[in-house]
Structures are given as C-alpha cells and as structure tokens.
C-alpha cells in the first residue's frame, strides 16, 4: 500500500538492533486513518477464508486487528493479554514468546471463552519479524482445536525470517508493507 | 447508547470489590462496530472542541479512542504507555496511577514528540471509576503545557465518584453508559 510504504520512509527511525520505530503513527501515536486503509488491505486478502475470530496480542495489534474486523462485517477481535488483569479468570490458553521491544520475554494469555474449536482464527499483528509473537498465537490456536486460516501484518521484517519460521503452518501470510533492509541507517522496502 | 446499555446489562459479570467484567466486547473481546457507534457518540460530544489529540492509556482504551479519531476526521490518538518499549525514547512524561484490575499501581508514559504545548486534548477511556487513570492522564497534559478540552468514558460507574475527582479539571465529562449501582450482584444502569 503506497500510503503506508511513503509513511515508513518518512517517520520510520531505526535505532540500531534491528529494532524499527514508527512511533508516529502505528506503535504509541496512531493514525487511525491510515490504519482504516491498512485494515481493508488485510481484510480484502482474507475475507474468502470467513475466519469467525480475530486474534492479535495487547498492544500494538489491536488497531489493526480492529481495523481489520471492522472490514470484515464485524469479526470478533479478540486479544491476548500479556498481563493477567483481574478479570480474566483461570483456566487460561498461556503461551510465552519473546519481546523484541521489551528485551524479554511476555506472557500471551487468552480465555477459552473466546477461542473455541471449531472458529477460524485469522491472526493480525503489527509487526511480522522474527514471527515468534505469532508463532505462540498461532500455538494457542491449536490449542484451543480452532482453525488457523490466515497471518497478516502491518510491517514485515523481511530480512528476521520469520515467514520461512511461519511455513510450517501451512496459511497464506500476508503484510501490508514488507522491508528488506535496515542496514547503513536506511530503510529499504520490498517491491513486493 | 442503547445498544451499549443493553449489551453491558447481558454480559456485563459483577465480580465483587467492585469489578465488572466486560470482557466479552470491550477488555479481551472486541465489537469492533458497537465500538464504532460507542466512538460516533463520544466525537459528536466533544467535536466542538476541536481536540488536536486523543489521549487514552493501554490497552483497553485503545479502541474506544481510535472510533473517536476515525469519527473526528482523524485526530491522532496517543496512548500511554504502561511498559517501556526500547522505541521509547527518554525523556518521557510519567505518571502513576492505581490500577483497578491488576491490584497495583501502573506508569503512564507519554512521550513529549507527541503530547505538545499548544495541544488540545481530548480524554478518552474505557471506564470512568475512581477517576485516578484520567487523572494521571490529565496531569500528563498539565506537565506538557497542552490544554485539556474534555474527558469521555465508555462505561462509568457513578458510585465511585469519578466525576467528582474530576470535577477540578474543569471541563466537560461524558460517558457513554453509566452505572449507578453493582450491589446485590445486580447492574443498575443510570437513567441519565
């Protein structure tokens, strides 16, 4: 999506490590806009595989995952928490994965109230990198006996692998923006 | 909001001291378009405000301030942030606040790249309890010289006196649906 592509090279800011910032407009300052439009992308690729829940993980997911769902007549969005709150009550789906972000590794905590066997589950996250983020989503999936049908980002990070690690799921992954490079300071995205 | 209304008295689970889980469209599941008409709602209150940004803190006030903004033709929304991310950059705006559901106290952290002298800022939560998130949230736009225009809740509930704490701020206080008694396991709506 062109809009995104420009955005990303123009707010983008890389802080060494791998680690890209779009504070800006996706990851503390968002641009519920543009999220609208990257939201549609996603959803015109997958509304053919009718997945019945949404899923992402607190934080960053969630607008696009919402984004998504309000492109898709209204699919539930449901989020994994990575910090247990009050309400959510035990027995809990938990899965770790490991935080670029956070230097650490999170809790994905998901009630079986809301993923159950027999839903299509399309997982929408923000970034796609190394894909362990969705990789422990997509083993809460299974789980739970519910169907992955799809994995969509905002952001891939071509050059972290986390496609290749996501294959053996056997679903189209899709990302809305892909970049190839982030070495010398500079932000290459993909033509793809 | 009526669909609101309805919805909080079929699903809404009193889970005593108080808490009231809502997780079924709000805190874990999301009705993305009941969020969008709870967002049409809040941005018909406060557009005459002319807010230059939203505020809310994560997570679950991330939805409810992004159907605001999409409803105001795209005012940015800023979400304070509870753990550091590395893209987080210091120096930040910090404050802390009691956390409801997690039984301690919780950073809000606001980076100053995006919470500017100058600004105009909207308030926008999913709940409206004790008042002391908003609080926080409002001493945030104190500390960076920006104007406070507004507060709006998703849900409030009136017996904790919320608006009253906030009363100081003096500015205008919507919420969507309030409750005006949780006793006897029983979700008692205010007529207002």
């Known amino acids: ?25 996706l990851n503390h300052q968002v641009d519920a806009r543009l999220m609208e439009l990257v939201g549609n992308e996603i959803a015109e690729r997958f509304r053919g595989s009718n997945p019945t829940r949404i899923l992402t993980a607190e934080v960053s997911g969630i607008v696009p995952a ?5 492109a898709m007549e209204n699919v539930p969005v449901v989020y994994a928490r990575k910090h247990k709150p009050i309400t ?24 079986p109230e809301f993923l159950k066997a027999g839903d299509r589950i399309l997982i929408v996250d923000d970034f796609l990198a190394s894909g362990r983020t969705i990789e422990a989503l997509a083993r809460i999936v299974q789980h739970a006996g ?17 496609r290749d690690e996501l294959a053996q799921w056997n679903v189209p992954i899709f ?10 300071g500079k932000i290459v995205l993909s033509e793809n």
Chains 1, 2 share one sequence.
């Not at 519910?146 to 986390?162: D, Q, R, S, Y």
């Open 66 to 70: 919402i984004m998504v769902a309000l």
């Open 88 to 111: 959510m009550q035990e027995p809990v789906y938990i899965e770790v994965a490991p935080s670029h972000t956070k230097g650490s590794e999170v809790n994905l905590m998901v009630s």
């Open 146 to 162: 519910a169907t992955l049908v799809g994995i969509a980002a905002v952001v891939e990070k071509i050059f972290e692998g986390g």
């Open 175 to 184: 990302s809305v923006a892909a970049i190839s490079d982030m070495r010398d």
């Open 1 to 25: 999506m062109e809009e995104l592509r420009a955005r990303i090279i123009a707010e983008g800011q890389i802080l060494g490590k791998g680690i890209l910032k779009i504070d800006s407009f």
